[in-house]
């Protein structure tokens, strides 16, 4: 009876594993698609160095925890009191990201990373910079109303514990991809010159990704 116990545990445990592999990979592909922040940390690394872009990136992501604590805290309790309240956040958002598709789809393919001249400023103006860029965008707080709860993991974790989940997990893969984006930001831009249709393929993949997201919003 233990064994049998302890085997469906570790069964549950693996498809808790490939929901958080699954909300992973999105999240890579959505901070490599070009955006307002990874730009902007493509060119101020290009501009002013590549510390300048880690700052940077610092502010931005400390701003997405901000975020994850009004969501952990705000859908926790709604979950908890109005579950049909929470099925119909699960409907918005896979509405929100369909809409997010249509808004790439209608967007330029070409990536633009000219036209910002140099303005030397501290690492510690960058990082509010990026912090404020991020807390006081509305348009964050809604991705991550709509992105979240779709991927909850567990029937036995409190929410509060799988949102900061999912939020660190957030944080850390994007992290990556904007750390990167800052420490190879010479490189970034020359193959970005010389290969003309990235921004072409980054753009169908996000819209892709949104789709599929939205998807399983509606049928999860």
Known sequence: MVIRTFQVKLISSRLN?????????????????????????????????KRNGLAVVAGLMTGCLV??????????AIIKNNPAIFTFIKMFGAAYLI?????????GDVIAIGGETKNKKSLRSLYKQGFIMNVLNPKVTIFF???????????????VIQFYTLGF?????????FGSIALLSGQISIFLTANKKTGFVLKWVQIMVFIGIAVYLFFG
């Open 99 to 107: 809409y997010l598709a249509v808004m790439v789809y209608k967007g």
């Open 17 to 49: 594993y490939d929901i958080l592999l699954a909300f992973s990979m999105a999240t890579f592909v959505l901070a490599l698609s070009p955006g307002p922040d990874n730009i902007f940390v493509l060119i101020q690394s290009m501009t002013n160095g």
């Open 145 to 159: 109303l709509a992105f979240f709860p779709g991927f909850l993991f567990s029937d036995s974790l409190s929410t």
């Open 169 to 177: 997990l957030f944080i850390l893969v994007s992290s990556v991809v």
């Open 67 to 76: 975020h994850t604590t009004l969501l952990a805290f705000g859908v926790s």
